[in-house]
């Protein structure tokens, strides 16, 4: 690719302040990258089995300078994807049909918008850096344990981490959403589409219709539906004051120590997922590696205003623990503020180097004991020792008081999320390790045609965790199109949102709204 085809078009810094209080923004100048800042920004995604190779890479720092690349792609008929913080676990943003990425790394502004009664969330702000400047009103949102993911793509799919229990998803707060479309003309527009406005559907689309669909999110407008916005420090979530929180080590070594430690641990969460239960504070990833042994490892987040929090917590790890052999570990319990529990217990913002793939499911009744056997030969195979574990992430709670259609996400009656995470570093490896993550997912679901079916044991998968093998016939064989995981009953409204503002289907991925079933 010629160097002259590396084109940035950036902004002066005074661009993001100038955006940020809502002044005019100065025209950018096109300028030429080195080779070194092209290939950086080009290779900045987390899963290194996919490569982007655009012809040009737009760093905008306003809605408009937005607008602009995305009429600059349409007008070259060049496949536009944009990158918030560069997270996706596949081909969405990184892939040969590419030529246009529009970076939004340096749209990072939080603000109180006075006019909207929301604060501004700028759609390639990180998590972390939500946290930090909400501290600063006292309130916070239901993100994610990951600081480095970006806001763009995490509130569109739905959003949701250790708060979530408690306050329900990010986008459960989503009041507004600011988004670049295409007309049918080809025009690129500028449209702020809130919960009581005209555009009311284009905002319904983004509370869990994924991103990458219907536009380019350029910021949010976060409030929760119980504040009229009269004050921004009650205009989101107040966090707990304190949270505790351990580690508890758990060295299994038999198959039958395996199966009784998460036939405790989802049998406790399945008990636990209503809203308002007595245990919607606590949050317990459980993390099992691929060591040999089916070595696992929990991090137990709890908010430490719950009443009887320290006694809930030992009985919570009691019945954990209860017949498992050799007996976990716990590590100190600590007690820490927040955001000292967000800066030193959160899992802090870094580069993957990895090669990945990722299958999931929701849970809304827990795996039998066949079927965590089926887990345990997988996760035991000595043959994929590394980085790859299964993941357990607990659901419910506020989640589930909110009904399936009122958002786009319709997964509300789910306890827990089971993540296959396949993780490897040699291309060489590509296939056997995909193969791998592939026959678990198929072996665990035989029964329902080697995918989660939703029913009364499973609640689909989440878009945030794509997974193209849902539309491929030959993993699963369930004969329910791959939106039915995703999407639910909601596919009907997202396809009617998704003809009305991109008629042309600029916006297209692997998992787009409208795309073939199979």
Same mark, same amino acid.
């Given at each position: 690719?010629?160097?002259?085809?590396?084109?940035?078009?950036?902004?002066?810094?005074?661009g993001?302040?100038?955006?940020?209080?809502?002044?005019?923004v100065?025209?950018?100048?096109?300028?030429?990258?080195?080779?070194?800042?092209?290939?950086?920004?080009?290779?900045?995604?987390?899963?290194? @089995?996919f490569?982007?190779?655009?012809?040009?890479?737009?760093?905008?720092?306003?809605?408009?300078?937005?607008r602009?690349a995305?009429?600059?792609?349409?007008?070259?008929?060049?496949?536009?994807?944009?990158r918030s913080?560069?997270?996706?676990? $596949?081909d969405?943003?990184?892939?040969?049909? *590419?030529?246009?990425?529009?970076?939004?790394?340096?749209?990072?502004?939080?603000?109180?918008?006075?006019?909207?009664?929301? #604060?501004?969330?700028?759609a390639?702000?990180?998590?972390?850096?939500?946290?930090?400047?909400?501290?600063?009103?006292?309130v916070?949102?239901?993100?994610?344990?990951?600081?480095g993911?970006?806001?763009?793509?995490?509130?569109?799919g739905?959003?949701?981490?250790?708060l979530?229990?408690?306050?329900?998803?990010?986008?459960d %707060?989503?009041?507004?959403?600011?988004?670049?479309?295409?007309?049918a003309?080809?025009?690129?527009?500028?449209?702020?589409?809130?919960?009581?406005?005209?555009?009311?559907?284009?905002?319904?689309?983004?509370?869990?219709?994924?991103?990458?669909?219907?536009?380019?999110?350029? @910021?949010?407008? !976060?409030?929760?539906p119980?504040?009229?916005?009269?004050?921004?420090?009650?205009?989101?979530?107040?966090?707990?004051?304190?949270?505790?929180?351990?580690?508890?080590?758990?060295?299994?070594?038999?198959?039958?120590?395996?199966?009784? !430690?998460?036939t405790?641990y989802?049998?406790f969460?399945?008990?636990?997922?209503?809203?308002?239960?007595?245990?919607?504070?606590l949050?317990? &990833?459980?993390? /099992?590696?691929? *060591?040999?042994?089916?070595?696992?490892?929990?991090?137990?987040?709890?908010?430490?205003?719950?009443?009887?929090?320290?006694?809930?917590?030992?009985?919570?790890?009691?019945?954990?623990?209860?017949?498992?052999?050799?007996?976990? /570990?716990? *590590?100190?319990?600590?007690?820490?503020?927040?955001?000292?529990?967000?800066?030193?217990?959160?899992?802090?913002?870094?580069?993957?180097?990895?090669?990945?793939?990722?299958?999931?499911?929701?849970?809304?009744?827990?795996?039998?004991?066949?079927?965590?056997?089926v #887990?345990?030969?997988? /996760?035991?195979?000595?043959?994929?020792l590394?980085?790859?574990?299964?993941?357990?992430?607990?659901?419910?709670?506020? /989640?589930?008081?909110?009904?399936? $259609?009122?958002?786009?996400? &319709?997964?509300?009656?789910?306890?827990?999320?089971?993540?296959?995470?396949?993780?490897?570093?040699?291309?060489?490896?590509?296939?056997?390790?995909?193969?791998?993550? @592939?026959?678990?997912?198929?072996?665990? %679901?035989?029964?329902?045609?080697?995918?989660?079916?939703?029913?009364?044991?499973?609640?689909?998968?989440?878009?945030?965790?794509?997974?193209p093998?849902?539309?491929?016939?030959?993993?699963?064989?369930?004969g329910?199109? +791959?939106?039915? #995981?995703?999407?639910?009953?909601?596919?009907?409204?997202? !396809? @009617?949102?998704?003809?009305d503002?991109?008629?042309?289907?600029? #916006?297209?991925?692997?998992?787009?709204?409208?795309?073939?079933? +199979?």
């Amino acid at each position: 690719m010629a160097l002259s085809r590396r084109q940035l078009i950036a902004a002066a810094a005074v661009g993001g302040t100038a955006a940020a209080l809502g002044m005019p923004v100065p025209r950018a100048e096109d300028r030429v990258l080195g080779a070194d800042e092209f290939r950086s920004l080009a290779t900045r995604g987390y899963n290194r @089995r996919f490569v982007a190779r655009p012809a040009k890479i737009s760093v905008p720092t306003s809605a408009e300078e937005v607008r602009r690349a995305v009429a600059e792609a349409v007008a070259e008929n060049s496949p536009i994807a944009a990158r918030s913080g560069g997270h996706c676990f $596949d081909d969405f943003v990184d892939n040969a049909r *590419t030529r246009s990425i529009i970076d939004l790394g340096r749209m990072n502004a939080v603000f109180w918008d006075e006019r909207h009664r929301a #604060f501004s969330v700028d759609a390639g702000a990180d998590i972390g850096g939500v946290y930090q400047a909400l501290h600063r009103w006292g309130v916070t949102v239901p993100g994610g344990i990951c600081l480095g993911v970006g806001m763009g793509g995490h509130v569109c799919g739905g959003g949701y981490g250790p708060l979530s229990r408690r306050f329900g998803l990010v986008a459960d %707060h989503l009041a507004g959403v600011e988004v670049v479309t295409v007309d049918a003309e080809g025009a690129a527009k500028v449209v702020v589409a809130t919960e009581d406005g005209p555009d009311r559907d284009l905002w319904w689309a983004h509370t869990g219709g994924g991103g990458g669909n219907f536009g380019v999110v350029t @910021r949010f407008l !976060l409030r929760s539906p119980e504040s009229d916005g009269s004050d921004p420090a009650h205009a989101l979530p107040k966090p707990p004051r304190g949270m505790l929180s351990a580690r508890l080590i758990l060295p299994v070594t038999t198959e039958d120590s395996f199966v009784r !430690l998460l036939t405790n641990y989802l049998g406790f969460f399945e008990h636990h997922s209503a809203p308002g239960n007595e245990f919607a504070g606590l949050y317990a &990833p459980l993390m /099992i590696r691929t *060591t040999g042994t089916g070595a696992a490892e929990m991090l137990i987040l709890f908010d430490a205003e719950t009443p009887h929090a320290r006694g809930r917590f030992d009985e919570f790890v009691a019945t954990v623990s209860d017949g498992v052999f050799p007996p976990p /570990i716990l *590590t100190p319990l600590t007690e820490l503020s927040y955001a000292d529990t967000v800066n030193q217990v959160y899992y802090a913002k870094g580069v993957n180097t990895t090669r990945v793939k990722v299958k999931a499911a929701y849970l809304r009744t827990a795996y039998s004991p066949d079927q965590l056997r089926v #887990f345990y030969r997988y /996760i035991t195979d000595l043959r994929f020792l590394g980085e790859s574990q299964l993941e357990f992430l607990p659901f419910g709670g506020a /989640i589930n008081a909110v009904a399936g $259609d009122a958002t786009a996400m &319709p997964a509300r009656d789910s306890f827990m999320k089971m993540l296959i995470h396949a993780s490897w570093r040699l291309p060489s490896d590509d296939e056997r390790y995909v193969r791998w993550a @592939r026959e678990m997912y198929r072996d665990v %679901h035989a029964e329902t045609g080697g995918v989660p079916v939703p029913n009364e044991t499973y609640g689909g998968s989440y878009i945030n965790y794509p997974d193209p093998d849902l539309a491929d016939a030959q993993w699963n064989t369930s004969g329910l199109p +791959w939106h039915a #995981f995703y999407y639910g009953g909601n596919y009907r409204r997202l !396809l @009617r949102v998704k003809a009305d503002v991109d008629p042309g289907n600029v #916006f297209q991925h692997r998992l787009s709204i409208g795309r073939p079933d +199979w």
